[in-house]
């Protein structure tokens, strides 16, 4: 299995700073057609993760422009310019080039 | 709106059979492959099953083969997963998901003695 392993798993933020999420897989997940299947999801506490960016850097419709996906091959970035209150709860980086499709463990963003 | 809604959790016990649905609406579900994940504290997030959109490919991850059986009914815009012989490290919040954009709220599930 293709194994995502994220850091750092705890990463306290003052309101209105920025963050920045790492993911690193052991294989590269460059497909054939030229995309990069990696995935960001978001999980607030007590809810269902919500898919926030597909193929690396393409936002989910209604996710602020504020996160923003980057990297290649096998690093990857997520990052988030000011951090909101609403931003709160788990990250997850997640491949979808082979199966089964894995996830990181999990970042949990919490507020100074 | 697209609406995804999970039903048929519960506490069995350890060799015991459940079978989950997932109710879809909001969208053409035969458009979409279709997939179970599960959610525990302790092994976090892992992608269960997953069905192709006429229900020609199935896959699904190896600690669940030839225990879980994912299906659909495009008819009644419908997913499902019969879970055989269910094992204590079943116990999980099963999600479904319309590709990976879409997920519903979650089924608890207890294998317990």
């Known amino acids: 299995d293709v194994v995502m392993t994220q850091s750092p798993l705890t990463l306290p933020v003052t309101l209105g700073q920025p963050a920045s999420i790492s993911c690193r897989s052991s294989q590269s997940l460059l497909y054939s057609d030229g995309n990069t299947l990696l995935m960001w999801f978001h999980q607030r506490p007590g809810r269902s993760p919500r898919r926030l960016i597909y193929?690396?850097?393409n936002r989910d419709s209604g996710v602020p422009d504020r996160f923003s996906g980057s990297g290649s091959g096998t690093d990857f970035t997520l990052r988030i310019s000011r951090v909101e209150a609403e931003d709160v709860g788990v990250y997850y980086c997640?491949?979808?080039?082979?199966?089964?499709?894995?996830f990181g463990q999990g970042t949990n963003l919490e507020i100074k | 709106e697209v609406q995804l809604v999970e039903s048929g959790g519960g506490l069995v016990q350890p060799g015991e059979s459940l079978r989950l649905s997932c109710a879809a609406s909001?969208?053409?579900?035969?458009?979409?492959?279709m997939s179970w994940i599960r959610q525990t504290p302790g092994k976090g997030l892992e992608w269960v099953a997953q069905?192709?959109?006429?229900?020609?490919?199935?896959y699904y991850v190896d600690s669940v083969k030839g225990r879980f059986t994912v299906s659909r009914d495009n008819a009644k815009s419908s997913l499902y997963l019969q879970m055989d012989s269910l094992r204590v490290d079943d116990t999980a919040v099963y999600y479904c998901?319309?590709?990976?954009?879409?997920w519903g709220q979650g089924t608890l599930v207890t294998v317990s003695s």
């Open positions: 193929n690396i850097f």
């Open positions: 997640m491949q979808y080039i082979r199966w089964p499709h894995t």
């Open positions: 998901s319309s590709g990976t954009s879409h």
């Open positions: 909001g969208f053409t579900f035969s458009d979409y492959w």
């Open positions: 069905i192709k959109q006429d229900g020609s490919e199935k």
